[in-house]
């Protein structure tokens, strides 16, 4: 799926994760990206952006590491990520589509397609492979790359 309507809520919580992604040390190595986990009844479980505790840890690793893997909300939880999660990585052996397995979320929500820039990206493929509903919600991918200009050779 190229482009999804979100619901408003969708939008605030996707919205939300890109916002995070303000929050992260600059980098000429490695996207800024944020997520926001939500329980169905719209709890927010955790919240993560990149290099929030380590140079190397990503967005999605930062918020899942905050919630009890045996939590019973994570199968119905929803992931909010301002970036496509990846699927490998340079830094570490374990990647953000495989932490998101680890953890049996079912739904995955991003906005902006990771770029070949560092690494060849296939997480949405791979999560979409394993059963996981995967939105890209590409009308909000310019907001993404905004934190992200200066990878992209903007400002």
Request: aromatic residues 6%; contains cysteine; proline residues 6%.
């Amino acid at each position: 799926m190229s482009e999804s309507l979100l619901s408003a809520d969708q939008e605030l919580r996707l919205r939300r994760a890109i916002a995070l992604a303000h929050l992260c040390p600059p980098s000429s190595t490695a996207f800024s990206v944020g997520a926001t986990l939500v329980a169905a009844d719209g709890t927010v479980l955790a919240e993560g952006f990149s290099r929030e505790e380590h140079p190397h840890e990503h967005a999605e690793e930062a918020a899942l590491r905050k919630v009890d893997p045996d939590d019973p909300r994570l199968p119905t939880a929803v992931l909010y990520c301002s970036l496509e999660p990846c699927s490998k990585r340079a830094s570490r052996p374990v990647s953000c589509t495989e932490w998101i397995l680890r953890a049996g979320i079912n739904t995955v929500v991003f906005a902006w397609r990771e770029p070949s820039l560092f690494v060849d990206c296939e997480g949405a493929e791979l999560l979409r492979a394993a059963g996981v509903l995967v939105v890209e919600a590409a009308q909000y991918a310019e907001l993404a790359k905004r934190t992200n200009a200066h990878l992209l050779g903007g400002n």
